[in-house]
């Protein structure tokens, strides 16, 4: 049974930091990539960053660039997502994914999500 479970989530200050992190179990993904999205309220859901397993480039939106960081671990199959400068506006549900691309519609595996909450 495939699993992606992401943990780290919380409520942080505005400025802050917090590391999400996504545990994978059930298969390999070695050929696909690893995505983190998010969904806000009344939004819809909007890619964030993605990393290939094989070769680790990444890839990120505009809105998180220089500020999030995406790495992954393959001795451990977890994926990171570190988030520095949070702003109010990066409030969301993040979830991870395994697929390919920078669209929901091509993840076909998916977490359960984890809610991040940037107080101002």
């Known amino acids: 049974q495939v699993q992606l479970v992401e943990s780290g989530g919380g409520l942080v200050q505005a400025g802050g930091s917090l590391r999400l992190s996504c545990s994978v179990s059930g298969r390999t993904f070695s050929g696909y990539s690893m995505g983190w999205f998010r969904q806000a309220p009344g939004k819809e859901r909007e890619f964030v960053a993605r990393i290939t397993w094989s070769s680790g480039a990444t890839y990120y939106a505009d809105s998180v660039k220089g500020r999030f960081t995406i790495s992954r671990d393959n001795a451990r199959y977890r994926v990171y997502l570190q988030m520095n400068s949070l702003k109010p506006e990066d409030t969301a549900v993040y979830y991870c994914?395994?697929?390919?691309?920078?669209?929901?519609?091509?993840?076909?595996?998916r977490g359960q999500g984890t809610q991040v909450t940037v107080s101002s």
């Open positions: 994914a395994a697929g390919y691309g920078s669209t929901w519609s091509q993840y076909a595996y």
